[in-house]
Structure formats: structure tokens, C-alpha cells
T-cell receptor, first 116, second 112 residues
Framework: EAGVAQSPRYKIIEKRQSVAFWCNPISGHATLYWYQQILGQGPKLLIQFQNNGVVDDSQLPKDRFSAERLKGVDSTLKIQPAKLEDSAVYLC??????????????FGQGTRLTVV | AQSVTQLDSQVPVFEEAPVELRCNYSSSVSVYLFWYVQYPNQGLQLLLKYLSGSTLVKGINGFEAEFNKSQTSFHLRKPSVHISDTAEYFCAVRYNFNKFYFGSGTKLNVKP
């Protein structure tokens, strides 16, 4: 079974530039998450999708971050304009969440963003 | 507010010694509990999970954890660690079938 795919693995941009990350979840998984992991901290949820609807985006800085999930499958997270404090690893995860309720999240390898 | 607390940011231990990584969570009617491991430059990998049933759960790589509802804890244990267990470990809680909350992580450093 293929895992969660993310690209790119690494990205370096200057502040005020824009950047986009892509995620392809495990086939058939209903729920997709984007997390931000700053060095030395645990993952912080940015946005959670259930199929193609947003379940929670309370911690997403909406003035600069946006995300969409196309046809309930792939997802893109965008930052525009980037700030120095956005330097972090961006993790995408998915969970099955069909029928039997909540299940574990499966994570991709992440995208390491450096803003200079 | 719902939260997950990992009491130790770093745990040094010698190879073949036992280890316990502590995790406490804020109480709720319905919780699912997880431990994940993260190796350098990698995503998070599931070690074990508690959904219901027996409070002692066994995971991969010889790890186990015990769910204690009265103490709202879910501590991770391994009777004998190896150098290869050096990594960062995250406790996670899923409240009421909703989003995952993660702890701040515990770095396990296994010394020869």
C-alpha cells in the first residue's frame, strides 16, 4: 500500500515570496491533515479536511495561509507572503475514518521550509 | 482546553536498560491514544494505539503502553532499549473522534 506522498521535500525561499506544498493521501482515506512542526516542538494542526470539506482550520493563519483539497483527494497548502517564522516542517497526514470511526493518522515525510 | 503533556523533553538511557516515556492528557469522555516515533528528517511513524479494550497495548519494536483512565496517563515503556531506538517520541490524543493533539515530544538518547 502506498503511503502519504508529499512534495517537495525541501524548499528555501526569501521572505515575502510565496510557496506551495502538495500532498497525496493514502487511497480511500477520508480525512486529510496539514501540520506545522517547528524545530523542537510537536506538530501543530493547521487544517483538517473530511473528504473535501474543512472540519477545522482554527489555527490556520488565514491572512497568509490557504489550503484546498481537490475532489476529496489531493491537497495543496500555500503560504503567501512567507515570513521568517514560517520556517518549519510541514507534515501531511491522512486517516481512514470510514465506518468504524476514528483511526490513526499516517504521515508523509514532510516538506522542510526555510525562509531567509 | 484539551491538551497533551509529555513530562520529559529528553531521556538519556544506556543500551539494554529499561525506559519509560511519560504522557498525560486532559480528561474527556472519549479518547483514542497513540504513540508515534520520528527519526531525523522523517515523518511520524505509528508505534502503537489504544482505541478500546485491554489497557495494555503492544506495539512495534518491543514497545508497549498502558492506558490509565483514573490518572489520565498513557506512558510508553520498553524493557530493554537498543541504539536504534534513539529518536523523538510523540504522544497523541484524539478527542471525540476529532482532531489529533500532539505532545511536545521526548527525545530518547540511547548510549552504548
Amino acid at each position: 500500500e502506498a503511503g502519504v506522498a508529499q512534495s517537495p521535500r525541501y524548499k528555501i525561499i526569501e521572505k515575502r515570496q510565496s510557496v506551495a506544498f502538495w500532498c497525496n493521501p493514502i487511497s480511500g482515506h477520508a480525512t486529510l491533515y496539514w501540520y506545522q512542526q517547528i524545530l523542537g516542538q510537536g506538530p501543530k494542526l493547521l487544517i483538517q479536511f473530511q473528504n473535501n470539506g474543512v472540519v477545522d482550520d482554527s489555527q490556520l493563519p488565514k491572512d497568509r495561509f490557504s489550503a484546498e483539497r481537490l475532489k476529496g483527494v489531493d491537497s495543496t497548502l500555500k503560504i503567501q507572503p512567507a515570513k521568517l517564522e514560517d520556517s518549519a516542517v510541514y507534515l501531511c497526514a491522512s486517516s481512514l475514518d470510514r465506518g468504524t470511526g476514528a483511526t490513526e493518522a499516517f504521515f508523509g515525510q514532510g516538506t522542510r521550509l526555510t525562509v531567509v | 482546553a484539551q491538551s497533551v503533556t509529555q513530562l520529559d523533553s529528553q531521556v538519556p538511557v544506556f543500551e539494554e536498560a529499561p525506559v519509560e516515556l511519560r504522557c498525560n492528557y486532559s480528561s474527556s469522555v472519549s479518547v483514542y491514544l497513540f504513540w508515534y516515533v520520528q527519526y531525523p528528517n522523517q515523518g511520524l511513524q505509528l508505534l502503537l494505539k489504544y482505541l478500546s479494550g485491554s489497557t495494555l497495548v503492544k506495539g512495534i519494536n518491543g514497545f508497549e503502553a498502558e492506558f490509565n483512565k483514573s490518572q489520565t496517563s498513557f506512558h510508553l515503556r520498553k524493557p530493554s532499549v537498543h541504539i536504534s531506538d534513539t529518536a523523538e517520541y510523540f504522544c497523541a490524543v484524539r478527542y471525540n473522534f476529532n482532531k489529533f493533539y500532539f505532545g511536545s515530544g521526548t527525545k530518547l538518547n540511547v548510549k552504548p
